[in-house]
């Protein structure tokens, strides 16, 4: 008859996304002084066994609060708010590692660009602006279209672990999303009618290069 390890419990380690660290080690500590009285782990396994819960990656909501925290702390052009409604929104962000989040990001920037430009071309449609206006609407639009190239590129960079040509992708529509916005302030009293979706797309892509640096530097957040 077969001895059960962890008595009723299964043999594998399911990790719950709602678990911290501190639970999986107090978890994986019961197990070890089981195995210890059914004589079952002897000398040096311990300490091997003992240390594997550092091989365990982090995963979910806790991940993604530290995540945002580290970046919100870093960057002032990020809310802390902002960061994790926006990534706990995106699907599978709750069961990522910290470069599935990296992924993630970069999507989400994808998406807010595009759906940006598409929003510019029903305002040039159906509303009346004056030549100026209408001539800034005319300069967001190129601008959001190469800023959707420039962060399908950053997603191509990125699967191939180049991370700094990733970087520079993402760098670029930031670039391209304040200029949108400058064009508008630049003449007294007119109102954007992109500041939101502008500092949107900005935020996002600070969150994307935020996420990129603590890959590049190893950050366990």
Not at 30 to 39: K, N, Q, T, V
Not at 78 to 86: E, K, L, Q, R
Not at 171 to 199: I, Q, W, Y
């Amino acid at each position: 008859m077969g001895v059960s390890l962890l008595g009723d419990r299964p043999s594998t380690l399911v990790v719950s996304n709602n678990l911290n660290i501190a639970l999986i080690k107090k978890e994986l500590n019961i197990a070890i002084a089981l195995l210890f009285r059914l004589g079952l782990l002897v000398g040096g396994r311990q300490e091997r066994l003992s240390t594997l819960v550092v091989s365990i990656p982090r995963t979910g909501q806790n991940l993604i609060n530290e995540t945002c925290e580290t970046s919100a702390r870093d960057d002032p052009n990020i809310s802390y708010n902002f960061c994790t409604t926006s990534l706990q929104a995106a699907p599978a962000s709750q069961c990522a590692a910290l470069r599935g989040l990296g992924m993630i990001s970069i999507r989400l920037v994808r998406y807010n660009v595009t759906d940006t430009r598409c929003y510019i071309k029903h305002l040039m449609k159906n509303r009346k602006w004056d030549p100026y206006s209408k001539q800034c609407l005319k300069d967001c639009f190129e601008l959001f279209s190469d800023a959707i190239s420039s962060v399908k590129q950053a997603t191509k960079y990125y699967n191939s672990k180049r991370y700094d040509d990733a970087n520079v992708q993402i760098s670029s529509v930031m670039d391209a999303v304040t200029t949108c916005e400058d064009g508008f302030k630049e003449r007294k009293g007119l109102v954007s009618p992109l500041t939101e979706r502008n500092r949107n797309t900005f935020q996002l892509s600070a969150v994307a290069l935020s996420v990129l640096h603590m890959i590049q530097k190893g950050s366990d957040v």
